[in-house]
Structure formats: C-alpha cells, structure tokens
C-alpha cells in the first residue's frame, strides 16, 4: 500500500477549493463541473457512486455564485459525496451545505452498512489506490470516491469501523467521534450508540476544518495558539482487541513509527497491553440487533442477503442482553490506562485489503472472519464510545489509529496532524 498512498497527496482539498471560490478564482459551478467530469471520467472503474445529481448539483451551485455571502463560507462551492444511508436532510448533511459544500451525488454502501467490503449483487467498489481490492466498508463508496479525486471529501457513518476502515484502506484521513458530538443520528437507533456521522478527506487539515465547522467550533483543532498540552503522553498496542489475532510486521511498524514522532519531541512514550474484554457477547448484540431493528422497522429490501438475514436473526436473539453497565465497566477499566492527555496508537490494519470478491454472497461466518482478520482494532472504539481517528504515517505511507478518551477531539486531531506533518506539534 506505501506505494500508492502518494498519489493522493496531490488531490485538490478542501481548503484550496473554498479559497479559490471565495476569492473568484474558482466560480462554484465550475468547481461542481469539475468534479462531475472526473465522475464521469472515472467511475465507469470505480463503481463508487450509487446516483449522481449533476443538474441539482449544478443549480446549487448557480444559486451559491450569486450568494452575498459567499466570500465567508468556510467550504465555498467544494463538491462532496453522500453515503447512499443518508438523506439531504439530515442535520449533518444541513451543516455542511450551510457551510456552502454541495452534495454531487451518493456513494455505495454495502446492505445495512454491515461489513468491512463493499460489494452487492452485480456491483464491487474497486480501491484507486490499490485496484483489485477492497476500499473498505461501509463507507467503501465514499472513501473510492475521494482517493480517486472525484470528491475532495465524502459523508460517511461509522457503527463498526465504517469510516476508519476504508480511510485506513484508501489513505485517507477520518474521526469517529464521542457520541453525541457530530449533528445527526444514523439510522433509528445509531446501532444502540455505536454508530456516529463523519467524513472521509484526503488530508488531516481538511479534516480539522470540516470538524470544526461541524462541530460549531467545540472542537477547534486548526486554532495555533491550542497545541499538544504538557501532560501529553503516548501508550502503543499493537496487540489487537480480538484474541489471537495480530498485525503484519509492516502495519506494526506504522504504528511505532508514529509513537517515535512525539517521542522525539520529548512526550512520553509507553508500550502497553491494553485491558480489552474477552467478552464479545456486548458488541455482538449492539452490531447484530441494530441490522435486526432495521428490518423490523424500515421496509424489507428485494433481496436480503443471507449473510445479513443471518446477522438480523443474532440480534433478534441477543437484543434483550443490551444495558449499559457492560460499557460502563469496560470502557472504566480503558480510561483508567489513558489517564489525563495520554492518546493510545495502533495499527489501523492488520494486513492489506482482501481482494475483491463476492462477499454478498458468502456465509455470515466467512464475513466474519475476513473482516476480523484484517480489521481487528477498530470496532472496540465503538462498542466503548471513545474517539478515534485513522491518519497515515508518512515515513511508511501506511495508516495508524489513534484513540482517546471521550470528548478529547481535539487532542486527538492535534496529535493526527503531529503524525502527519512528521513532528510538528501543534
């Protein structure tokens, strides 16, 4: 993947696009056209996009040129992609076009937003930066998108790693935020809390901006003068949450290469063995019921695929287990190893993206496993409600996570960039 991940650094941002159209260097139609042509340029390979809303799109942006305010919106006719799971209006989606961004059309998502591959009946989302296999899941489409520069960011959600797994597949920078901080829910019952809005950017400036800007500035991470705090310290584990499984030599290396970062620069920096549960039962229930409510409450899809009828039937089996005191006592026992400004860093992946393949199709426990195996260390952050974010560490060009503990954003987004920018703290 390191030899792909630079393509990427090239891309159009964000914070270029909106400085262009507020100065009138750029007009938001040209902007909105120039993302449509590589769409359509594009996509015919990717099959990241579901729908594609060239004429809205174009009469937004229209109506934005002749906008009086146009010179003070902080995203300023920047086109971006929506997961196919959410609507125009939601609040999330309402933040960002209040910002001035324009939504150019929907991305593919796998059915019920279940698994870490985005494939459906007659229809695989291919990875730009290394074909043949997977972008990731469930925000596959909205991550093939970006990492192709069809889009300079994309909407996505994340219930069990679904932003941070196709950002750490596509080299792409994503937050999963602390419940409760992003505008919007996901779905009827965001997955009993698990499951939280975000997007996919090509860079961790992009990401800081767009965060603060959905966020109404509660998490300002781009303001200079609010650095690393003194008491910032480093733990690493690279020993993944599910028992038995660990990462590829080079994915451990990403890791502790990002930890020397802030090592060099004088914090302090500990290996440890994270207390992670052994008992899955908790997360299982919250991910399988939550599939399980959809099909209760929302229309039955055509098809429904065995792997999630499945799935859906487990929760319908396991709801009547969730309360929150399992949370309470495992998320506790974690806090207490993250003590005051102390981030923890692991590897995002375990191994490269499988190769695309009829995932759709295969049984509930092949799905499993394959996302297990090569996405271990995402899926407890949910499950606990802690931040994290995905960046790539630049030295191997390969993704590492980053956690925290709740509502420490923008410490979070601060240390992102220190990885990203090869040690400068701030």
């Known amino acids: 993947m390191a030899s792909h991940t630079s393509a990427i650094r090239n891309l159009p941002t964000v914070h270029e696009i909106a400085a262009q159209v507020r100065e009138g260097k750029l007009s938001p139609v040209d902007s909105v ?62 933040q960002l076009t209040s910002a001035g961004a324009i939504a150019v059309g929907t991305t593919v998502n796998p ?20 074909p043949g296999h997977t972008p990731g899941g469930s925000s596959g489409g909205s991550a093939a998108a970006v990492a192709a520069g069809m889009v300079p960011f994309a909407q996505g959600n994340d219930g069990m790693g ?69 008491n910032f310290a480093v733990s690493v584990d690279t020993t993944a949450p599910v028992f038995g499984l660990k990462a590829a030599p080079e994915y451990v290396d990403a890791a502790q290469q990002a930890a020397r970062v802030f090592a060099d620069k004088g914090f302090a920096v500990t290996e440890k063995n994270m207390p992670y549960s052994l008992n899955p039962l908790p997360m299982l229930a919250r991910w399988t019921a939550g599939v399980a409510d959809q099909l209760r409450d929302e229309p039955c899809p055509d098809h429904l695929e065995w792997r999630n009828r499945v799935h859906a039937g487990i929760g319908r089996l396991l709801r009547f287990t969730i309360n929150g005191r399992q949370v309470a006592r495992d998320g506790a026992r974690i806090e207490r190893e993250l003590p005051g400004d102390t981030i923890l860093i692991t590897p995002a992946l375990a191994k490269n993206p499988p190769r695309i393949r009829a995932w759709h ?3 509930w ?48 987004l601060t240390a992102m960039e220190t990885i990203a920018s090869g040690g400068r703290v701030g």
């Open 365 to 412: 426990i092949v799905n499993l496993l394959s996302n297990l195996r090569f996405t271990p260390y995402v899926s407890t952050w949910n499950y606990l409600g802690f931040p994290a974010g995905i960046v790539v560490e630049p030295t191997s060009g390969l993704p590492v996570q980053l956690i925290a503990r709740p509502t420490q954003e923008r410490i979070l």
């Open 111 to 130: 059915q019920f937003c279940t698994w870490g591959t985005t494939t459906l009946p007659g229809l695989a989302v291919d990875n730009p930066i290394l």
């Open 33 to 94: 056209q120039r993302s449509l042509d590589a769409i359509a340029r594009l996509d015919g390979g990717i099959h990241a996009f579901r729908e594609v809303w060239a004429d809205r799109a174009l009469q937004v942006a229209r109506e934005l040129e002749h906008s009086e305010n146009l010179s003070e919106l902080p995203l300023a006719g920047v086109p971006f992609a929506l997961k196919e799971n959410t609507a125009l209006e939601n609040p999330f989606v309402q």
């Open 361 to 363: 199709r295969m049984p």
């Open 162 to 230: 679904s932003l941070r797994i196709p950002a750490a597949c596509c080299g792409l920078s994503t937050l999963k935020a602390t419940p409760g901080t992003m505008p919007g829910r996901v779905g009827g019952n965001d997955w009993y809390g698990m499951s939280v809005q975000g997007v996919l950017t090509v860079n961790n400036e992009d990401l800081r901006l767009i965060t603060k800007i959905l966020t109404n500035g509660m998490v300002d991470a781009e303001d200079p003068a609010k650095t690393l705090p003194e």
